[in-house]
């Protein structure tokens, strides 16, 4: 089921565990359109359940086929990623893809927040049909302010540092794959976070179901 959302334009079979760096001269994204949206996170980087408030970013990963983009979607209350979607081109898709994982994965309800920065493909019809028909609620940090975004800042530091700094990719399915097994296999399952009790995102999301169900 995966494989409908995983790459566009990508071969890939098997896993391991990969990413890089966002390097100097890399293509920059478009300027910001007048349908960006307002900001309704405020630096606020926490949510009192599941599937309240998600975090969305794009990252750049060197091959010497050339670059790869991974599109993330992140629920703020466990650190999980729940959508994401790589591709040789940084385009709407992209990051509607991602989106379109985590709403398939989720099944958010009405009012869920989707916080990204101002990019093209944030602001692109196509995303912003996917949030209506699922009833989504676009939020923006403010233009050039990482910091309205610094959870996905975060994560996407993290994935760069312990996935592929110090790692040269021959091709892009090499990093598609390096990447899918660090996603899957390693920081939704095993990664713990100090934010969440030395807890995975699995485990953390887990251990509060079974509180739920226990209380029920």
């Given at each position: 089921?995966?494989?409908?959302?995983?790459?566009?334009?990508?071969?890939?079979?098997?896993?391991?565990?990969?990413?890089a760096?966002?390097?100097?001269?890399?293509?920059?994204?478009?300027?910001?359109?007048?349908?960006?949206?307002?900001?309704?996170?405020?630096?606020?980087?926490?949510?009192?359940?599941?599937?309240?408030?998600?975090?969305?970013?794009?990252?750049?990963?060197?091959?010497?086929?050339?670059?790869?983009?991974?599109?993330?979607?992140?629920?703020?209350?466990?650190?999980?990623?729940?959508?994401?979607?790589?591709?040789?081109?940084?385009?709407?898709?992209?990051?509607?893809?991602?989106?379109?994982?985590?709403?398939?994965?989720?099944?958010?309800?009405?009012?869920?927040?989707?916080?990204?920065?101002?990019?093209?493909?944030?602001?692109?019809?196509?995303?912003?049909?996917?949030?209506r028909?699922?009833?989504?609620?676009?939020?923006?940090g403010?233009?050039a302010?990482?910091?309205?975004?610094?959870?996905?800042?975060?994560?996407?530091?993290?994935?760069?540092?312990?996935?592929?700094?110090?790692?040269?990719?021959?091709t892009?399915?090499?990093?598609?794959?390096e990447?899918?097994d660090?996603?899957?296999?390693?920081?939704?399952?095993?990664?713990?976070?100090?934010?969440?009790?030395?807890?995975?995102?699995?485990?953390?999301?887990?251990?509060?179901?079974?509180?739920?169900?226990?209380?029920?």
């Amino acid at each position: 089921m995966l494989k409908a959302y995983i790459i566009r334009e990508i071969g890939w079979a098997g896993t391991t565990r990969g990413c890089a760096k966002r390097p100097k001269g890399e293509a920059k994204q478009a300027a910001p359109q007048a349908n960006s949206a307002p900001d309704l996170v405020r630096r606020d980087f926490s949510a009192d359940g599941p599937n309240r408030a998600w975090f969305a970013g794009i990252a750049y990963v060197r091959t010497h086929q050339g670059w790869l983009y991974l599109a993330v979607v992140m629920d703020i209350w466990s650190r999980k990623i729940v959508g994401w979607s790589m591709s040789a081109r940084m385009t709407a898709e992209l990051a509607d893809d991602a989106l379109r994982m985590a709403i398939a994965r989720r099944r958010p309800p009405g009012g869920c927040i989707h916080h990204s920065d101002h990019g093209s493909q944030y602001v692109s019809p196509l995303i912003g049909k996917t949030m209506r028909e699922a009833g989504i609620r676009p939020s923006m940090g403010s233009i050039a302010s990482p910091w309205d975004n610094a959870a996905m800042e975060s994560l996407m530091g993290l994935v760069k540092a312990e996935c592929v700094h110090a790692r040269t990719f021959e091709t892009r399915d090499q990093a598609a794959l390096e990447i899918f097994d660090y996603i899957e296999c390693f920081y939704n399952r095993v990664r713990i976070h100090s934010a969440l009790g030395n807890l995975s995102p699995e485990e953390f999301e887990a251990r509060h179901a079974q509180e739920a169900a226990s209380a029920a």
